[in-house]
């Protein structure tokens, strides 16, 4: 199977990243360094190429009803220019995905879906979400997304658009013109935890944007930012990962999204999660370690001697400067203060379950 | 990327620099770059016998772990205590102050497998 690549994959090489295999994509891990990348992106603004997630159309006078059945967290409430975070769950109760929900109109939404799930979710929307009068479009391939992030994320991308961008609200999105580049969606949603936003453009226009936006952000230090700085800049404000910490089996009530998964609503998948909810053996948990050994992706929790979870993301915090965690607790464990043990390659690590994002905001 | 002359090299990127019957260790310009900005690392203790083969350490950035292996026989008799809190000298300085352990070892004819720097820099052009 040959890996496919954004439309800016010449760029990432021209920068200088080093490119990986994610999701069946060959993308840029990490360009200047992990740690600088992460730090510009809090303290100023990275560019990230996102184009390798998904998108799928859903128009036509039945798009709200199949939406509505697809989705947990009862869109119908909806305005045009709102997005919302939402997971598909399967008729067990587990995650097909997360995914973000663009109203575009009345009668037409985008759903935004992880790379690695793009066929999966394409099907799956396909199966469930077809109804006289829904017309479902993969158009995954015809969008590039570009993710501006950081504190200076809206003076940068400013200095490129028409668009107002005081006035989008955190969730809203408006569609003009990025860089001489019509018909853009600019979105002021984000994976980081900063003010920022994501810009879908069409996907032969992508390296005019990205070029125009580096151009644009030179004054306030901006830099592109691998996946590697992405995946930590998420797991600080402790959001979710599709393969991590949810997937087919586990209920997004297990994953602490209970609050986008409305249960008064009826949707696919909503009587199992309904069936399983209080009764989950294990759950997700924050943790944070004591010391300087790092947790990671898989190592054991353990408590009086019995493996009680694992953990399923696990990194140094670069902002805070401590080892940070995700792991499925056994329930009666998860509680906030628990101490708990991981098995760092056979040396212990202590960790504490904690509330909450690890990271929060520095508000200007 | 520096390969100093004088270093034995080894195929899992430890460069080692003999000195009688001791041996100082550490990891290359190659594996730091590719580990990136290092965070921790796992020393054992003075007065550890180890065997060639035998992982001695760890080191771990943000976003990897490496295990730095052995290349003999021998005793731990000095780790390199300065990198609690600044582990970043293993990316600036590798084969300096960046230095892991020493051991003293017994059976030199087990460094005879080890690279030099020509052949280990051959290996990174083909990495």
Known sequence: MSLRRTPLYDRHVELGARIVEFAGFEMPVQYSGLKEEHERVRSAVGLFDVSHMGEIRVRGPKAL???????????????????????????????????????????????????????????????????????????????????????????????????????????????????????????????????????????QAAVMVWDALLDAGEEFGVLPIGLGARDTLRL????????????????????????????????????????????????????VIEGKRIAREGMSIVHEGEVVGHVTSGTRSPSLGIGIALAYVRSDLARIGTELTIDVRGREATARVVKGPFYTRQEA | MNFPEGLLYSEHDEWVKVDGDVLTLGISDYAQDALGELVHVELPDVGDEIAAGEAVCEVESVKAVAEVYSPVDGEIIAVNEDLDGEEETINTDPYGAGWLVKIRFTDASQLEGMLSVEAYRKKVDEA
């Open chain 1, 65 to 203: 009803e199949a939406v509505e059945w697809l989705c947990s967290n009862h869109n119908a409430p909806l305005e045009v220019g709102q997005a919302q975070y939402n997971v598909m769950c399967n008729e067990a109760g587990g995650v097909v995905d997360d995914l973000v929900v663009y109203r575009m109109g009345e009668e037409d939404f985008i759903l935004c879906v992880n790379a690695a799930n793009r066929d999966k979710d394409f099907a799956w929307v396909v199966k469930h979400g077809s109804r006289d009068g829904a017309e479902i479009t993969d158009e995954g391939d015809d969008w590039a997304q570009i993710a501006v992030q950081g504190p200076k994320a809206q003076a940068t991308l400013a200095k490129l658009t028409d668009v107002d961008l005081a006035s989008i609200a955190t969730y809203r999105f408006a569609r003009g013109t990025v860089a001489g580049v019509a018909d853009c969606i600019v979105a002021r949603t984000g994976y980081t935890g900063e003010d920022g936003f994501e810009v879908f453009a069409p996907a």
């Open chain 1, 236 to 287: 600080e404000v402790r959001y979710c990962l599709y393969g991590h910490e949810l997937d087919d089996e586990t209920s997004p009530l297990q994953a602490g999204l209970g609050w986008i998964t409305k249960l008064e609503h009826d949707f696919l998948g909503a009587d199992a999660v309904r069936a399983r909810k209080g009764k989950a053996t294990h759950r997700l948990a924050g943790l």
